[in-house]
């Protein structure tokens, strides 16, 4: 385990000497599962001081930016106020990385014919997409599409499978 630990900080010196002369900030975490018995505690290397300073904020379960669908009423294209804080979040993400590009995908459940539901599908996506544009991203980071009720990830034909196909997916 040594070993392995010692590899790990030489691999992590090594990185941090090729980069460039650009200050950043790199972790690395170890899983210290000592041959003294069953306990084991993980430790963060790295400059920054907060343990999760590595992690990308996307990639963050405790940000907002974690949620990425958004589920509607039925036959509703209002986007609920509970994802209000999550449409800002991500908004202001993509304001401060104008390199992203986000798809909005629109769905319906399976209620409705084709065309309505491909209609309702667009109204959701470009909903959600109007709601960020207050927060100031590019249109041009934004891309919003429907599917209608052609991408169900529930197949069931009750309210709990229709509830979980009537959302837009934040695709990254």
Partial sequence: MINRLFLILIFASVLTACGSSQERE?????????????????RTFGTGSDETSGLSALDDPASPLSVRILYF??????????YREVLEAHANYLAQNQNITISLEGHADERGTREYNLALGERR????????????????????????????????????????????????
Wanted: proline residues 4%; without cysteine.
């Fill in 26 to 42: 790199e972790t690395a975490t170890v899983d210290d599962r000592s041959s003294t018995g069953d306990e084991s505690s993980t």
């Fill in 125 to 172: 996506a470009q909903g959600v997409k109007q709601l960020m544009m207050v927060f100031g991203p590019s249109t041009s980071q934004i891309r919003a599409t429907s599917y209608g009720e052609e991408r169900p990830v529930a197949d069931g034909h009750s309210e709990e499978s229709w509830s979980q196909n009537r959302r837009v997916e934040i695709i990254y």
């Fill in 73 to 82: 009423e039925y036959d509703s294209s209002e986007v609920l106020p509970a």
